[in-house]
């Protein structure tokens, strides 16, 4: 199946949208990723939940991510 869509849009790969000078996370994966987190914070395994904000910055590195890991962190000091 082949979509011909505008450079400008971005190519759709993996749960990121890649620019030509950047990546963005997918808005759907960006929610499935906090609402994981969430849940796993309010279940009381601190454990668990560091372990998935630690594998989810090792899926933001190289994106626009700031905002993002902000709110992940922030999701994370609940759990303190």
Same mark, same amino acid.
């Given at each position: 199946?082949?979509?011909? !869509?505008?450079?400008?849009?971005?190519?759709?790969?993996?749960?990121?949208? #890649?620019?030509?000078?950047?990546? #963005?996370?997918?808005?759907?994966?960006?929610? @499935?990723?906090?609402?994981?987190?969430?849940?796993?914070?309010?279940?009381?395994?601190?454990?668990?939940?560091?372990?998935?904000?630690?594998?989810?910055?090792?899926? #933001?590195?190289?994106?626009? @991510? !700031?905002?993002?890991?902000?709110? #992940?962190?922030?999701?994370?000091?609940?759990? @303190?």
């Amino acid at each position: 199946k082949i979509i011909l !869509r505008k450079s400008t849009w971005g190519i759709d790969w993996l749960g990121h949208i #890649l620019l030509s000078d950047h990546e #963005l996370l997918r808005p759907s994966t960006r929610r @499935r990723m906090l609402r994981n987190v969430e849940r796993k914070v309010r279940s009381g395994n601190s454990h668990d939940a560091r372990a998935s904000v630690a594998s989810y910055h090792g899926l #933001l590195q190289g994106t626009a @991510r !700031r905002k993002l890991n902000e709110a #992940l962190l922030q999701s994370l000091a609940l759990v @303190r």
